[in-house]
């Protein structure tokens, strides 16, 4: 038995054509799936990286009310460089930093690259 389907400018739909179409979006929807997921592992490995080099992690819905992928992290100012090139290793930018060199402390906030930073 032949499934027909037919279009709005009355084209012919095979089931194999039908089928072809349901995969390529049910792939699509995969795709935006595991690239959520991976955005969500990036944040939480630029967290961890965080927790490796500093005193105190914040991340950008710890201390805003507003949601944010912003990382505050306070650490040593000895530690700075170490953190950072590891942070821009995972495509992560340094947006500001406090100095208070009468504690040998710095507080750095990190925010996800934009895509013309790459």
């Known amino acids: 038995m032949r499934v027909l389907l037919l279009y709005r400018n009355a084209t012919e739909i095979t089931y194999a054509d039908a089928k072809a179409a349901i995969k390529s979006a049910r ?16 944040t939480s490995k630029a967290k961890a990286i965080c927790e490796e080099f500093c005193e105190e992690v914040f991340a950008g819905t710890d201390y805003k009310e507003y949601s944010s992928e912003e990382l505050k992290c306070t650490l040593n100012i000895e530690h700075f460089k170490g953190l950072f090139e590891r942070m821009v290793q995972i495509h992560y930018c340094c947006t500001q930093i406090q100095n208070n060199r009468e504690k040998n402390k710095c507080v750095a906030w990190f925010e996800p690259m934009s895509l013309d930073q790459i």
Do not use: G, K, P
């Open 27 to 42: 792939q699509e929807t995969n795709f935006v799936v595991r690239f959520s997921s991976l955005a969500v592992s990036v």
